[in-house]
C-alpha cells in the first residue's frame, strides 16, 4: 500500500500537521520554510495564528486538514489524543499516508498500526529525540519504524524536518523503543538535576557556582555510556574501577544529606534500595554496569504493595 496516486514532486509535496504544541509547531514551520504548502488544525485553534501569519492554511476539521494532501503528520501529548483526532477523519486518511511523531510506549505504538492498517492507511511511526528548536535544522533526530515503502515515498519531504531521519525498520513500535529508552536516560537524569541544584541550595551553594562543576562531570557521561555498552555487550563487569559497593556508598552520602536538609529522597533513595539489593544478592564487588543484567532478570523488583523476582 502506497500513496503513488499523489504526485506532487520533490519539496512541493503539501503536508498537514496535525497538533499544535510546541512541537508540532516547530514542525509545520520546518515545512514551511522548505516550501512545502502546509495546512495546519489544531485542537485550539488560536495555535495556528503564527504559522497562519507565515503562510500556512488553516483547516476547519481534522477531515479537511488531512484532505490537503497525501501526508499527514501528527504530534500531540499522547495516543489517546492521537485517537481523538484522528479517528473521526480515519476514511480521509485512506489511501493516503499518516506519521505519528508523538511519543508513547512501543506497545501503543504498534497498536496504532494495526489501527491504521485496518483503516487502509499507510503508517509511520516516528519518535522526536531532540527539542523543538533543533527542528529544521541539523542537530534534530527523528527516529522513523513501519514499512519500507512508505518511508521510502515520503523520505525527502521528511528530510525539511531537519538533521538526519533515521528509519529503524519495519516493527512500527521499534522507534518508541528506542524514544522510551532514551528518556529513561533522559528524565532520571533531569531528576537528578533538578534534586542536585535543590540540595546545593540547601548548603547556600549558588546554581550558577555548581553549573561548571555539574556540566564538568555530565562531560564523562558520554564515555561512560559507550564503555557500559561495550561491558554489557561482553557480558562482562570487572569492579576494579567502581564497584556496586561502592556505588551504594556513594548514593547513601546524597539520600543521607537531602534527608538531613529536609529534602525530598525519594528518587536517589529509590536507586540506592535497587543496588543494595544488589550487594545483599552478592554482587557488590563487580563493576555497576552489572545493575544493567540484574535489572532484566535477576533482582526482585517492586511492584505496589509487594516485592517479587522476575524469574
Ligand atoms: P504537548 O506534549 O504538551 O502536546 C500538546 C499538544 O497536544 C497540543 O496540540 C494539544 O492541543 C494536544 N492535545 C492534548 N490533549 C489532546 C486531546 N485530548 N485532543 C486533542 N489534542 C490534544 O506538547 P509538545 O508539542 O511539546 O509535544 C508533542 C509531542 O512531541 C509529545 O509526544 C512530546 O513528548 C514530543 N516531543 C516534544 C519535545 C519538546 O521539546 N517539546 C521534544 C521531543 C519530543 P491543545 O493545544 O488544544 O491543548
Known sequence: MTTHQ????????????????????????????????????????????????RGAARAGSVAEAVAAGPLTVVC????????????????????????NL??????????????????GIDYLDGAITTPTNTIGGPHAAILYSGPDDVYATHRTALTALGGTGVHLGTDPGRAAAYDVALLDIFWTTMSGVVHAFALA????????????????????????VGGYADRIAAGEHPGDRSSILSASAGMEHVVRTARARGIDTEVLGAARDIVRRAVDDGHGGEGFSRMSELLMNDLPIRRPGKLSRVH
Do not use: C
Open 6 to 53: 499523489f504526485s506532487y514532486g520533490g519539496k512541493s509535496l503539501p503536508v498537514t500537521v496535525l497538533g499544535l504544541g510546541p512541537m508540532g509547531q516547530a514542525l509545520a514551520g520546518a515545512f514551511l520554510d522548505s516550501g512545502h504548502p502546509t495546512t495546519v488544525w489544531n485542537r485550539t485553534p488560536g495555535k495556528a495564528d503564527s504559522l497562519a501569519a
Open 76 to 99: 500531540v501529548i499522547d495516543y489517546e489524543a492521537v485517537h481523538a483526532i484522528v479517528d473521526s477523519a480515519a476514511d480521509a486518511l485512506r489511501g493516503r499516508t499518516l506519521v
Open 102 to 119: 508523538t511519543a508513547d510506549s512501543p506497545d501503543q505504538a504498534r497498536a496504532m498500526a494495526a489501527w491504521a492498517a485496518a483503516h
Open 201 to 224: 541550595r540547601a548548603e547556600g551553594i549558588d546554581p550558577t557556582a555548581l553549573a561548571p562543576f555539574a556540566q564538568a562531570g555530565m562531560g564523562a557521561l558520554p564515555g561512560i
